[in-house]
């Protein structure tokens, strides 16, 4: 129990040596104690304690909050209570970014550039005076892994000093799942879906897709999408007109895409972020010059060799990933585009 009590301490103060008061040590113990020695109860509680005040009336609170129940329900019971009053102890920007999380499959490890700029593309991060929307982003990425509702899956990369890749773990997927398809944000077109919803959905995944379900499909209300995410086989239907408001198209490693899936991209006005990576994709439509917002383009891994023209005039455009051959394509561009505004000027 020591042992523990000098991790949590850690977790919650940062150093395992710090001695606590004999009243706040009092309800260290019962909180642990309701934890009942599960490894993720423990890592949770201590993220959510190490966000509050370190009182012991506010430990108190806590722990009354998690009921009594705790003592007596059966592990899984345990753990679930302790997860949703983490969830309910998460401020508001942080809620909708960790909701968000439930998007991705079990035991699918995320990567933090992916994420943070989907988070952007969505509007889900705030520019601050001080601070640039990324740091920002950043910023909630680690108060996330710090509270231990993501789990980090790769070593730190760069100045930014941020996990490359997080994971969820499927204990709390499953509680993020069911909040967010709960208020009508998420559907999920897997192997075990049989009907459209009839809720205006936000977010739209599809992870088993079979050409049968080509007629459910057309049935659902894309009107109000921000979000297309596809794992395994991308149905081209859904990539259509009637995607008016979508934000993110992330097609990342789908599987048997073709170039004319694409036909539609340059009516998607909205568009933001673009993820294309590990696809068959080797030629991108002229009318991707028509996404004035778009943010990101994910063409990395793929057979892309060349922007199309116009799309060095995307004013919004911060990242885009590709290989070497690409990146010089776009400078010409570029200073042929910077040339012309100047000689037009």
Known sequence: ????????????????????????????????????????????????????????????????????????????????????SSYDGLPYHLKSCFLYLSIFPENHEIRYTRLVRRWIAEGYIAKRRDMTVEEVGQKHYNDLMNRSMIRPMKKKIGASMAVERCQVHGMVLQIILSKSIEENQLFIIDKHCNEVPQSKIRHLVVTRWKRSEEKMATNINLSLVRSLTVFGECPASLISPKLRLLRVLDLENAVDLENDDLKHIGDLHHLRYLGLRGTNISRLPSSLQNLKCLETLDVQDTKVTHLPDGTAKLEKLRYLLAGINFAEDLAEKMQTNAKNKATSV
Not at 9 to 38: F, S, W
Request: hydrophobic share 40%; glycine share 6%; with cysteine.
């Open 1 to 84: 129990h020591s042992l523990v009590l000098r991790w949590h301490q850690k977790r919650v103060y940062k150093d395992p040596e710090y001695t606590l008061q004999l009243h706040m040590l009092e309800e260290a113990n019962k909180i642990l104690g309701r934890c009942r020695g599960l490894p993720l109860a423990i890592a949770t509680i201590g993220g959510l304690l190490a966000n509050r005040p370190k009182t012991s009336a506010e430990w108190k609170n806590l722990r009354i909050h998690l009921g009594s129940e705790l003592e007596f329900d059966q592990d899984i019971n345990s753990i679930n209570r302790v997860i949703t």
